[in-house]
């Protein structure tokens, strides 16, 4: 795995980081990708895993834009390594009422969570299936399983996430490629969950929010799986978790 690398679409914070310095400490390059206007912010992610004695490298990419994404792969085989692991890691969490809800909004939804999921499993297969390994992980949400009221675009888009990563699985699977959806169902602690939930210091302290770390740690687990018993969906949560 020393000479290999995993791709990380949409590294940030939280969940994106850790699994990102996860796969470093395995030995992979962590790639990691966010907007072209935002890769400034993938510095400091970069430099940790790095300090650390892993490897890193950040681009520039919209995963919308299928020229973009196809070139990324490319360029990742070509100057850092074979493709070991593809994490797609964007979220697009947003919520307005159904009558709210704009056909821009909902194509955009569903352009980040689920169009630009199929452009990045679709290259991932690409690069893998001649070499007959590899691992393809999309990671969900609780709208993957169920729509809420508010959540219209977002549920839809993870709906057909879990479902490119079901087709994926059954179609990849016999030429030696894992693909698997996580469903992490849960507050994550993040900044973002820190500056909008009152309680979420009271929350982390009796584990009752998601750590990216250990979220990291059951991607790392599934690339490492036997083919002989292969997990295909996972769902995280924590122990208080209504579900």
């Known amino acids: 795995?020393?000479?290999g690398a995993a791709l990380i679409i949409g590294a940030g914070d939280a969940?994106?980081?850790?699994i990102a310095r996860a796969f470093a400490r395995e030995g992979l390059t962590a790639c990691v990708t966010r907007r072209a206007r935002n890769l400034d912010l993938l510095g400091e992610l970069v430099a940790d895993i790095e300090a650390a004695g892993g490897k890193a490298r950040a681009f520039g990419v919209d995963a919308r834009e299928e020229e973009a994404t196809t070139a990324l792969f490319n360029q990742i085989e070509a100057e850092v390594g074979p493709l070991e692991v593809c994490v797609f890691n964007i979220g697009a969490n947003?919520?307005?009422g159904i009558t709210e809800t704009t056909a821009r909004v909902y194509?955009?939804?569903?352009?980040m969570a689920a169009f630009s999921g199929f452009i990045a499993g679709r290259e991932a297969a690409r690069v893998m299936k001649p070499?007959?390994?590899?691992?393809i992980l999309f990671t969900g949400a609780t709208a993957s399983i169920r729509g809420r009221d508010g959540f219209s675009a977002f549920a839809g888009a993870k709906h057909a996430l879990r479902a490119l990563a079901q087709s994926m699985a059954r179609e990849l699977g016999p030429s030696g490629i894992h693909v698997a959806h996580i469903v992490v169902d849960g507050a994550i602690d993040s900044q973002f969950i820190r500056d909008n939930l009152p309680d979420a210091d009271e929350r982390r302290a009796r584990d009752g929010l998601l750590i990216p770390d250990e979220i990291a740690k059951n991607y790392v687990w599934l690339h490492r799986q036997h083919r002989s018993a292969w997990t295909h969906e996972l769902d995280?949560?924590?122990?208080n978790e209504t579900w």
């Open 131 to 135: 070499r007959g390994r590899g691992t």
């Open 94 to 96: 947003v919520r307005f």
């Open 15 to 18: 969940t994106g980081g850790a």
């Open 1 to 3: 795995m020393s000479n």
């Open 236 to 239: 995280l949560r924590p122990w």
């Open 107 to 111: 194509q955009k939804v569903w352009e």
